[in-house]
């Protein structure tokens, strides 16, 4: 192992002042760890582009030095440009949550990605890989198990949060861990790497749990059916669903692919809880009176964006944002993104266009702050 006098280099791939394409590379000497690999849906201007990837050219010109890929939560913005990337990094194990590879599963059935090794990294595990020591916490978000990881490295402790919110009455009743974040800062941190939607506007932004208070005030009076949005990968607003259509005695259809996929496995998993009965198949909702009827499907949320400076204010926006993201609050596109079509085939129904984006701190040797809209 290199002598502690090497620089340890914490390299941007994405996710640095945009929404989407979350991978960040720690280098020290010649080992190479990755936390999560994202994808960005493109926006109204990349025509002919279905997803974009990260730039690794950095870490295909250090192939063998790359010893682990580590997820820091499922959301397609950290997990989804995985099947793209994994080829070319074979046996290189990829560390999750019990919930992530449940539905990172279906991805590597889909791509056939069978030469990664999924092995379980859960809130509060501890491990070592090459120099780096992980130390992983529970972190509230919109998506179980989600985690916040502090790598103890030579050079000192980076903590890198992955996305989070401090939430004291969260859905699934888990809350951030707040011991373990006091310990390390008692111990000493050289790095933060903070991620928080919309962290630059003051105040605090209300506990989840309002949500499903907001769900039953407006179901209540309804007599007609009730259509709710969501991104596919948040499971505790799912949750929020379908207790509020069990208190008004609704049944509940789960439309769109990866909705059903996902509420699938994270039922499976024990992520979801409700009562069997209370589901209705999309083929059969005409059966169901409007009144006895919620639907839950995929899309983009319909929060209004707050006043703040620099986010653009229209009403209306791309149903593409990044989970947490009210599509009204995109912030302007990153200039450096290039379509470059990467065209691979792949094992959808049809050819998934790729773009990928180059890093403007792709050479930086020390990156002391790295910060997302
Ligand atoms: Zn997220």
């Given at each position: 192992m290199p002598g502690p006098n090497h620089p340890l280099r914490i390299i941007p791939l994405g996710?640095?002042?945009?929404?989407g394409k979350n991978m960040y590379v720690f280098e020290y000497?010649?080992?190479i760890v990755v936390i999560d690999c994202g994808l960005m849906f493109p926006d109204e201007e990349m025509f002919g582009v279905d997803l974009v990837i990260p730039d690794i050219t950095y870490l295909r010109e250090r192939r063998g030095n790359v010893k682990a890929f580590l997820i820091t939560h499922a959301h397609e913005d950290h997990v989804g440009a995985l099947p793209y990337v994994l080829p070319e990094f074979?046996?290189?194990p990829v560390y999750a949550s019990t919930l992530a590879r449940g539905l990172l599963g279906n991805k590597i059935k889909e791509h056939k990605l069978h030469n990664n090794p999924l092995i379980a990294m859960e809130p509060g595990d501890e491990l070592q890989i090459g120099p780096f020591g992980v130390l992983t916490f529970r972190i509230g978000h919109s998506i179980p198990d989600a985690m916040g990881i502090a790598l103890r490295t030579p050079v000192g402790t980076v903590v890198h949060t992955g996305d989070f919110k401090f939430d004291h009455t969260p859905v699934d009743g888990k809350l951030s861990?707040?011991?373990?974040?006091a310990r390390l800062g008692e111990e000493g941190v050289v790095c933060l790497l903070s991620d928080s939607t919309r962290a630059e506007n003051p105040g605090y932004t209300p506990s989840e749990r309002t949500v499903g208070e907001a769900f039953r005030e407006i179901m209540e009076p309804l007599e007609g059916r009730v259509i709710v949005a969501t991104f596919a990968s948040n499971i505790a607003r799912l949750q929020q669903v379908l207790d509020a259509a069990a208190t008004f005695e609704r049944q509940v259809a789960i439309i769109g692919r990866s909705m059903e996929q996902n509420s699938r496995i994270a039922t499976e998993l024990g992520y979801l809880r409700f009562d069997p009965s209370r589901l209705v198949g999309k083929d059969r909702i005409n059966d169901v009176p409007?009144?006895?009827?919620?639907?839950?499907?995929?899309?983009?949320?319909?929060?209004?964006?707050?006043a703040s400076p620099g986010w653009p204010t229209a009403t209306t926006g791309s149903s593409r944002s990044s989970p947490g993201t009210p599509s009204s609050c995109r912030p302007a596109r990153s200039p450096a993104t290039r379509s470059t079509w990467r065209g691979r085939s792949t094992t959808c129904s049809r050819p998934v266009r790729t773009s990928t984006t180059t890093p403007s701190a792709v050479?930086?040797?020390?990156?002391?702050?790295?910060?997302k809209s």
């Open positions: 996710g640095v002042g945009e929404i000497g010649d080992e074979p046996g290189v861990d707040f011991a373990i974040l409007d009144d006895k009827l919620v639907i839950a499907t995929t899309g983009a949320q319909g929060s209004r964006c707050p050479r930086a040797s020390r990156v002391t702050r790295a910060r």
